[in-house]
Structures are given as structure tokens and as C-alpha cells.
């Protein structure tokens, strides 16, 4: 069964700095993807950014970037220039691209990001 | 505008009743979900339905049932026999279950249900 897991319970990081979130997962499969959440205190979850496993290229959205090591099983979520908005707890998932029941999501535990002003 | 609406935000439950919550998606899409959320924790697959009549268990399914009248429409029912009910649930949606990059969920805003 996959496993996905995040090492760092909470961060903090400076307003306009960078910070890089972390996330490991366990599979045996080539062909999946990868996301990252958001969840702010108001507790509805947002997809910050999506990575195919089949692509090299890293995604990216604005401010939001992945460093994805598939070797590794590696998948980091990068913020840049850091946003009072960005504080939330961020949960890293893996999704089969097998479709069916092993479509399904598979969260980590979440990252609890503090932005300090 | 289009999206997940569930409620209510807020539930109370007694001991041995049955509650409902509902989940409802105007995107026009297949598969929906339910999920389950305690403290400190990630997500945690309830039940998933990838068209209308149809529904499956995910990995905690015991105290819980679902229905998949219309499309629109994944209402869950917390049964008295969870005996841990109190979490936060959220309900999603995705286009499809076919395992294809555009199968994304996405997410309601959830609801609190607290156990008196």
C-alpha cells in the first residue's frame, strides 16, 4: 500500500522569504501523481499544485513551485516570497493513476506553515 | 458559480442517533467523496461513489452509509454505531474516477460534528 509522509509537523518562515515544505511517499507504481493542499484556518482544502510523475519538468503555480525526485519519491513544495495568506496547514497526497478504487487520494499528516511579519 | 456546498457547518449528535450530512456539487461532475478528518491528522477515506447508484467503501466505512440518488448529491449518514464520531468531514468531487491528470478533487468547505 502507498504511504505518503511529512517529517515536519510545523514550519515557520519570514514574510518575502522562501521556505520548502517536505514530502516523501512509498510506492511501487511508475504512473501516478502528486499534490499539494492547502488548508487554511477555514478549513476548506485548495489544490496549490499538481505534478504528474511522468513529466521530468517540476511544476509550477506563481509563487508555488515542487522539487519531485521520483527516484527519491520525493516531492517538496517550495514557497517564495512568502505571504501572510500562505499560513495554513499544507497536506502532501498521492493519487494512482490506475483509476478505480486506487484513484483515491492518500494524505500525510500536514505541515502547519507559520509566516512570521 | 460553481462548486461544493456542504451542511451544515456545524452538527451536534446525540448518543445513538443517526445523522446526515450533506454534499452537494454543481460542476457537473461523476465521483464524489467523503472524507474524514481528526485532529493532527491527514485525510481519511470514508466512502467513495463514481456515478450515480453506485458507491464504494473506503478505508473506514464501519459506522457510516451513503447514497447516490442524483448526481449532485452524496449525502453521508453517521450512523450510532461509529462510536467515535466527532471530526471534521469533507466531502469532494473530481470529473471522473478514470485515473487520468484532470481527475483533481476538489474540495468543500467541510463540516464540524461534535458528539454531546
Known amino acids: 500500500a502507498q504511504t505518503v509522509t511529512q517529517s515536519q509537523p510545523e514550519m515557520s518562515v519570514q514574510e518575502a522569504e522562501t521556505v520548502t515544505l517536505s514530502c516523501t511517499y512509498d510506492?511501487?507504481?511508475?504512473?501516478?501523481?502528486l499534490f499539494w493542499y492547502k488548508q487554511p484556518p477555514s478549513r476548506q482544502m485548495i489544490l496549490v499544485i499538481r505534478?504528474?510523475?511522468?513529466?521530468?519538468q517540476n511544476a509550477t503555480e506563481n509563487r508555488f513551485s515542487v522539487n519531485f525526485q521520483k527516484a527519491a519519491k520525493s516531492f517538496s513544495l517550495k514557497i517564495s516570497d512568502s505571504q501572510l495568506g500562505d499560513a495554513a496547514m499544507y497536506f502532501c497526497?498521492?493519487?494512482?493513476?490506475?483509476?478505480?478504487?486506487?484513484?483515491?487520494?492518500?494524505f500525510g499528516k500536514g505541515t502547519k506553515l507559520s509566516v512570521k511579519p | 458559480d460553481g462548486g461544493i456546498t456542504q451542511s451544515p457547518k456545524y452538527l451536534f449528535r446525540k448518543e445513538g442517533q443517526n445523522v446526515t450530512l450533506s454534499c452537494e456539487q454543481n460542476?457537473?461532475?461523476?465521483?464524489m467523496y467523503w472524507y474524514r478528518q481528526d485532529p493532527g491528522q491527514g485525510l481519511r477515506l470514508i466512502y467513495y461513489?463514481?456515478?450515480?447508484?453506485?458507491?464504494q467503501k473506503g478505508d473506514i466505512a464501519e459506522g457510516y452509509s451513503v447514497s447516490r440518488e442524483k448526481k449532485e448529491s452524496f449525502p453521508l449518514t453517521v450512523t450510532s454505531a461509529q462510536k467515535n464520531p466527532t471530526a471534521f468531514y469533507l466531502c469532494?468531487?473530481?470529473?471522473?474516477?478514470?485515473?487520468?491528470?484532470?481527475?483533481?478533487?476538489?474540495f468543500g468547505p467541510g463540516t464540524r460534528l461534535l458528539v454531546l
Open positions: 505534478q504528474e510523475a511522468y513529466k521530468q
Open positions: 460542476l457537473n461532475h461523476d465521483a
Open positions: 497526497a498521492y493519487r494512482s493513476a490506475s483509476g478505480g478504487s486506487q484513484g483515491n487520494l492518500i
Open positions: 469532494a468531487s473530481s470529473i471522473g474516477l478514470a485515473g487520468g491528470p484532470w481527475e483533481t478533487q476538489y
Open positions: 461513489s463514481q456515478i450515480v447508484n453506485d458507491f
Open positions: 510506492t511501487s507504481e511508475s504512473d501516478y501523481y
